[in-house]
């Protein structure tokens, strides 16, 4: 499917954004991750534009092809909560159903606390509220990797290198298990992959997705998630990288959620398992309409 592209200007700033269908049955909003991220890597969910949504996608900012800020003291998650509202209201989506992968799951919760009266649903794909223990589990699945992939890891991280080659090599040993389990992978992810921005990653993240030194390591919501109403789909792979013990408990404390985790994947379940993903999605938003 076709479909169109733009510049909306939010909170003085030029977005990069596509849009795909037409909204005969509501609008979805989709969240990429990162923090750095491309959206092209979600682009597997403009399928749902092929059943009546219109679907729309952006690169945050100082993300691909929107602006990049001077001031680095905007890249929090308090700046892209309020981007999102601000988006919504210029894009005209009244209230979509948002969906949002890995750091846009946990975008979409901290707009939800703020905004879920502007939503109609929200669904996390490898989503987190408790960046503490998605580290601790993210470090228990570093020791499940061949023992002499993680000496080079320990090797290279005692030093600081994170950009060594030999390092960079056994990183991918981590991705090919619990990021995206395809081979070859989507060439969307491998794309999003290679432009992630290095300011917005590094500041909000680290060096790589297990190393979260960022300003986004000690977010935790935990205590807050009750407070959250809006229908919640909490969606997961087996293997990925933000563990089901994460989707596990973000169901578990927001009421009337669901729950899914998907057999054959790790964080990426819209290309891993595409099919089921789309069905899964589709069957609870039909549940809720705008």
């Known amino acids: 499917m076709k479909g169109t592209?733009?510049?909306?200007?939010?909170q003085g700033f030029d977005l990069f954004y596509r849009q795909f269908g037409e909204p005969e049955k509501g609008e979805v909003l989709c969240l990429h991750g990162g923090p750095g991220s491309t959206h092209d890597y979600l682009l597997s969910m403009a399928d749902l534009a092929e059943r009546g949504y219109r679907v729309t996608f952006y690169d945050q900012l100082g993300c691909g092809r929107s602006a990049v800020p001077k001031d680095p003291a905007l890249v929090v998650p308090e700046h892209y909560v309020e981007e999102v509202e601000a988006f919504r209201k210029e894009m005209s989506l009244g209230n979509p159903h948002i969906i949002g992968s890995s750091w846009g799951g946990m975008l979409a919760i901290a707009y939800a606390l703020k905004y879920q009266r502007n939503m109609t649903t929200m669904t996390t794909v490898g989503g987190l509220h408790s960046v503490p223990l998605t580290v601790?589990?993210?470090?228990?699945?570093?020791?499940g990797l061949p023992k002499d992939v993680q000496r080079t890891m320990a090797k290279y991280e005692a030093a600081g290198e994170y950009e060594d080659p030999e390092y960079q090599a056994a990183v991918m040993v981590f991705y090919k298990k619990h990021l995206c389990r395809l081979e070859p992978w989507p060439a969307e992810v491998t794309y999003s992959l290679e432009h992630t921005s290095k300011l917005v990653y590094r500041i909000m993240n680290g060096p790589n997705e297990f190393t979260i030194i960022g300003n986004i390591r000690y977010w935790d919501v935990t205590d807050r998630l009750r407070t959250i109403t809006t229908p919640t789909l909490v969606l997961g792979g087996r293997y990925d990288e933000v563990s089901p013990l994460v989707a596990k408990?973000?169901?578990?404390r927001i009421r009337g959620s669901e729950l899914?985790?998907?057999?054959?994947?790790?964080h990426l379940a819209f290309w891993e398992e595409r099919d089921a993903f789309m069905n899964r999605v589709l069957k609870f938003l039909g549940a809720h309409p705008s």
């Open 5 to 10: 592209d733009g510049f909306a200007s939010v």
């Open 136 to 143: 601790r589990e993210m470090q228990r699945m570093k020791r």
């Open 249 to 252: 408990e973000i169901h578990r």
């Open 260 to 266: 899914t985790i998907f057999p054959k994947s790790s």
